[in-house]
């Protein structure tokens, strides 16, 4: 799809998504522990949903240990139909203990520094290292400053701005390759496509006991038992 059909289809598909993201398969997440001590494999983390136990902790304790920098995509439990492109549509970044650098289709069109609570009725957050170190922070956020109230939009426009790009101008300010890779099929940074990035990591699953699930009116989300404190 070029970009001036997409640019015509922009206010269509911002009002679908309700993030930011396209086609991706059908799936139902359902976050359960493994043996604790592995490693996670971030390419087959979303198809075998196992998690070792001891990475599998509350929505809280997932951002509360997130390093500050890092990289988080957030998850619905599933695909609804008003959600044609897959549960994990959307990827923000921690900015401090209570904050994310971000930019969002509908109550957050514009690029900026949020609440964390934004992020409240996702499902899951699974945060990632893209290789952010502590020392990169002053150039990352003064970077982000610079993008503070630019637009969003799915259209290639420069200078405007939806998650995935958004996050990647960050990586680049500071040398570091994109968080979330160019799909060329779909003509868009796919947000769940940055466990598909080189190198990335996964550090924490966290799963929300109180989302809502707004989309669908869901309130199914697991528990942990017996969280990592």
């Known amino acids: 799809m070029n970009?001036?059909?997409?640019?015509?289809?922009?206010?269509?598909?911002?009002?679908?998504?309700?993030?930011?993201s396209l086609i991706t398969p059908d799936l139902t997440l359902n976050f359960q522990p493994g043996p604790a001590g592995g490693e996670i494999d971030p390419t087959t983390l979303l198809h075998r949903q196992i998690v070792p136990a001891d990475r599998l902790v509350t929505?809280?304790?997932?951002?509360?240990?997130?390093?500050?920098?890092?990289v988080i995509l957030t998850c619905w439990k599933d695909t609804d139909v008003t959600n044609f492109w897959g549960p994990c549509?959307?990827?923000t970044r921690k900015y401090s203990a209570e904050q994310v650098a971000?930019?969002?289709?509908?109550?957050?069109?514009?690029?900026?520094v949020y609440?964390?609570?934004?992020?409240a009725h996702y499902y899951a957050l699974i945060?990632?290292?893209?290789?952010?170190?502590?020392e990169m922070l002053d150039a990352m956020w003064k970077a982000a400053h610079r993008l503070d109230g630019k637009f969003y939009t799915l259209a290639n426009i420069p200078d405007q701005y939806y998650c995935s790009t958004y996050q990647n101008a960050?990586?680049?300010a500071v040398g570091l390759p994109d968080a979330v890779p160019y799909n060329s099929w779909l003509?868009?940074?796919?947000?769940s496509d940055a466990l598909k990035m080189p190198g990335v990591k996964v550090l924490w699953v966290g799963i929300n006991p109180d989302s809502p699930q707004a989309y669908r009116g869901d309130t199914s989300a697991q528990t942990v038992s017996d969280p990592v404190h």
């Open 115 to 119: 609440p964390v609570g934004v992020e």
């Open 102 to 112: 971000e930019t969002y289709s509908f109550s957050r069109p514009l690029a900026g």
């Open 127 to 134: 945060v990632l290292d893209t290789g952010v170190k502590p």
């Open 170 to 172: 960050l990586q680049q």
């Open 59 to 70: 929505w809280q304790q997932a951002f509360d240990r997130a390093p500050v920098g890092s």
């Open 89 to 91: 549509s959307h990827v």
């Open 3 to 20: 970009a001036r059909r997409l640019f015509f289809l922009t206010p269509l598909l911002s009002a679908l998504l309700g993030a930011c």
């Open 187 to 191: 003509n868009i940074n796919l947000p």
